[in-house]
């Protein structure tokens, strides 16, 4: 492993074996006398490496292969080709040594005693993880006090709020202070408030350990916030490793002109332009400079409608994403 570096994945794949069958009650009896099996490749290769201390930020639309990645790399799924090394570690073949070193929250998995206060559940994390009763008790007190949980963490975890829940998990899985953490869709359901918490947070933990962190997010602002480094994947590749403001930069050729109009208009169309969303008064355009030039568009639009006021404008990160998965 290069100095510096915590993961280390090469070539990774993983394809899923599922059974297939056409709807329908004769089907369903054919399928009992004859299986067929369907391959779905939701990783198809992926190689990247992650440093100490990083806080990475794994976006991509549904299905993309996000949560397989991390089930790869937290050694809950056995991978079809490729080699994944953690801390020294081969995920999924020394599982229990190398839990020790790692936390998991899955946003949308319990992973507490339901009938129980997240206290009784964080008292069995410390019996699992052998962890000294000094380090605990001063871990867990800051960051009770942190995530202002002193009444939560009395409550049964089914009488808590979903962002109270999450804080829990994301405590559990930070009471044997790992080297690093997984945190699929952490802020998934969560108001404002209770993700802002959360970031903070996952940002005074990182600077305050050196914890490592890769999340998986569908909310950018999120990842503006936390993340120097983003990975793009969609369909089970890799699109994108880099800075997210290098996002900008790499599919600058887009542009977005926002036009008011005096007078009821809600069509247009030119190469290289799309609509992105169309009122009464107002249209939303976006223009791949490689096709034609914003002096065009411009000029075309003043010449058939009858504009009130243009604005030309960078897309914001999300449509620049939406973007790149739509290619
Ligand atoms: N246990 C499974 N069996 C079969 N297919 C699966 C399984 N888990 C995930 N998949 C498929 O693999 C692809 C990637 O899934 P996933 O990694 O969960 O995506 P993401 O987390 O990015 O939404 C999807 O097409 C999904 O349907
Ligand atoms: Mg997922």
Redesign the pocket.
């Known amino acids: 492993m290069k100095p510096g570096n915590i993961i280390e994945v090469n070539g990774l794949k993983k394809a899923?074996k599922?059974s297939k069958r056409d709807p329908g009650l004769i089907n369903a009896i054919k399928a009992l006398f004859k299986r067929q099996y369907m391959e779905?490749e939701?990783l198809k290769g992926i190689t990247f490496s992650v440093k100490k201390g990083e806080i990475l930020g794994l976006i991509?639309p549904?299905?993309?292969?996000?949560?397989?990645?991390i089930k790869a790399l937290s050694g809950v799924l056995f991978p079809t080709s490729g080699t994944v090394e953690v801390l020294g570690y081969t995920p999924w073949e020394e599982r229990e040594d190398y839990v020790q070193h790692i936390g998991v929250v899955f946003g949308q998995k319990p992973q507490l005693v339901w009938d129980l206060p997240a206290m009784d559940s964080f008292e069995m994390h410390k019996e699992v993880y052998n962890i000294p009763p000094r380090e605990y008790a001063t871990r867990l007190k800051r960051m009770i006090r942190l995530l202002s949980l002193e009444e939560v963490v009395k409550k049964p975890v089914r009488d808590l709020s979903l962002g109270e829940r999450m804080k829990c998990k994301l405590v559990a899985s930070l009471l044997h202070n790992p080297d690093l953490v997984f945190l699929d869709e952490p802020s998934i359901g969560l108001d404002v408030i209770a993700k802002n918490i959360m970031r903070d947070f996952i940002i005074e933990t990182n600077k305050h350990n050196r914890t490592t962190f890769i999340i998986?997010t569908h909310d950018m602002q999120e990842i503006e916030r936390l993340c120097k480094r983003v990975i793009i994947?969609n369909h089970?590749g890799i699109v994108y490793d880099g800075p997210l403001h290098g996002i900008k930069q790499q599919f600058q050729s887009f542009k977005v002109v926002d036009v008011k109009m005096e007078t009821e208009r809600n069509t247009f169309s030119k190469k290289g332009c799309t609509v992105l969303e169309k009122r009464p008064y107002e249209l939303r355009i976006q223009i791949d400079t490689k096709k034609t030039t914003i002096k065009e568009v411009i000029n075309l639009l003043i010449k058939r409608y009858d504009v009130a006021d243009i604005n030309v404008s960078d897309p914001p990160i999300e449509e620049i994403i939406e973007l790149v998965f739509r290619q």
């Open positions: 899923y599922t779905k939701a991509g549904n299905g993309a292969g996000k949560s397989t990645t998986t994947i089970g």
